[in-house]
């Protein structure tokens, strides 16, 4: 397994398109988190699954976000009508529940989304 | 909800010198974690701390929980480049919560 992957790993995209993110998890790890990190801040949370059922999403920035894992697998990471202040890196953890003591997450390189 | 101040926000040190960086929380803590990363990177999990008064360290990094549990250090020794990076603490509260984390302290190493 050769950890979290990421893709892409940059997205430029025009204001007012849709962009998707994709996360491969660690393929043992049964939970996924997404986070969002702007420059000079520390990660944001903003959803996570526990196999494909979504545990939170509340923390989603806004009804634009969505988040899906449909077989409890891999994750997609959805924005719609991107907005300037979208552009942030997003990044996927993930990590298997009970375990967190002896590894913490996983974490991902992170997709970087640059809104013009 | 649980919000962890860092301090300092940035730290530059000569290559060789100790340095110590501060995460202090707003409640109780479950767990504490450390991470690094690298600029435009992902973290980089360094250690886990959940016993009040507990001490952990792997290689020069060692790192340290209060006995309240609302504090911790983390302390490098002898610096060296490959330590530059931004040091995040993350926290949870309950065991089975997402982790919160804290701003980040950006750590430069001269030669």
């Known amino acids: 397994d050769t950890g979290v992957s990421q893709d892409p790993r940059h997205k430029i995209t025009k204001r007012g398109q849709n962009v998707t993110f994709r996360c491969d998890p660690i393929s043992e790890h049964n939970r996924l988190y997404w986070y969002r990190q702007t420059l000079g801040q520390g990660p944001e949370f903003l959803t996570y699954f526990q196999n494909e059922a979504q545990l939170e999403k509340s923390r989603l920035l806004s009804d634009r976000f969505s988040a899906e894992r449909p077989k409890g697998s891999f994750s997609t990471l959805e924005i719609q009508r991107t907005e300037q202040g979208d552009s942030a890196m997003y990044l996927c953890a993930s990590s298997l529940e009970g375990t967190r003591g002896r590894g913490g997450y996983t974490f991902g390189s992170g997709t970087r989304l640059t809104v013009v | 909800s649980q919000e962890l101040e860092q301090s300092p926000q940035s730290l530059i040190v000569q290559e060789g010198k100790n340095l110590t960086i501060n995460c202090t929380s707003s409640k109780t803590l479950y767990g504490l974690y450390w991470y690094k990363q690298k600029y435009g990177e992902g973290l980089i999990f360094l250690m886990m701390l959940q016993k009040g008064g507990e001490e952990k360290s792997h290689e020069k990094i060692t790192a340290k929980l209060d006995e309240k549990k609302q504090q911790s250090s983390l302390h490098i020794t002898a610096s060296q480049p490959s330590h530059a990076g931004i040091y995040l603490c993350?926290?949870?509260?309950?065991?089975?919560?997402?982790?919160?984390f804290g701003k980040g302290t950006r750590l430069s190493v001269i030669a």
């Open positions: 993350g926290a949870d509260n309950s065991g089975n919560t997402p982790l919160v």
